[in-house]
């Protein structure tokens, strides 16, 4: 059985797959989710921008993803702003581009943009594309990251999905973690000394662009935001692509000897 909340009780059959992939069949809802991937909140005004739907339309389609426990809604002030309920949703995102056909790309800057997103973009809230993959491959490098099977580097293990969250991960902290972080303005200590969070400390996920790990979970996460904090990044407007500055440049370059092409 499955209860109101959409937990599966002790008779429970077959998960409804068809069900939640319908939610993401529709261009419109698509396009919503695509916009929260990143991990913002936005209101609903925003959303039908993004969607290119009525607002009307846009209101039907954040009822049936909160429905469906794809979005949740936050109220402040006189607005109500969504986001993705968690990285699974993403994730879903991310195993779909893989295997979806590329659009026609109709002008330089629709090309700009295809480019600006595998070259570093937002998963959720940690770091894709080719600078995040980069990024997982200088902290193993430097021992902040350590492979527990052997092997040091990003590469896909047999057995991992095209898309997608690992179940497993390869990784943990490795002996300089604490100074190496550090150096990127993330405290790890507090990382570790959090209390109230299901969310792992570590996970991977398989780039769907770069076909190698990127780091995820709470560790992800914090680098990322260690990263705009100090403005080495800045996003793109409307969509998820992330940006390196001059000074993103030199701080990957001067604390994990990181230069990207």
Do not use: F
């Amino acid at each position: 059985m499955t209860g109101r909340d959409g937990r599966r009780g002790p008779w429970a059959g077959d998960a409804d797959v068809a069900a939640v992939a319908a939610l993401y069949a529709e261009p419109a809802r698509a396009k919503v989710l695509l916009a929260l991937s990143d991990g913002r909140s936005l209101p609903a005004s925003r959303l039908a921008t993004e969607a290119g739907v009525s607002p009307q339309a846009t209101s039907g389609h954040l009822r049936r993803l909160l429905e469906a426990g794809l979005v949740r809604v936050e109220p402040s002030g006189r607005h109500r702003y969504y986001r993705v309920s968690g990285p699974d949703v993403t994730a879903v995102l991310e195993a779909l581009a893989r295997i979806a056909p590329a659009r026609p790309v109709r002008s330089p800057r629709e090309g700009n943009r295809a480019s600006a997103l595998r070259t570093a973009r937002t998963c959720y809230d940690h770091l894709a594309g080719r600078l995040g993959v980069a990024v997982t491959q200088s902290l193993l490098d430097h021992r902040a990251l350590v492979a527990v099977d052997g092997r040091p580097d990003t590469a896909r293990r047999p057995g991992d999905p095209l898309s997608a969250q690992r179940a497993e991960h390869p990784y943990e902290l490795g002996p300089h973690a604490q100074q190496v972080l550090g150096s990127l303005g993330v405290d790890l200590q507090s990382l570790l000394d959090a209390r109230g969070t299901r969310r792992p400390l570590l996970r991977t996920c398989i780039d769907w662009t770069e076909q190698r790990h990127h780091l995820a979970g709470r560790l992800g996460a914090a680098v990322a935001t260690a990263m705009v904090d100090r403005g080495w990044l800045v996003r793109r407007p409307r969509d998820r692509a992330v940006r390196l500055t001059d000074s993103g440049v030199q701080g990957l370059r001067t604390h994990l000897g990181l230069t990207l092409p």
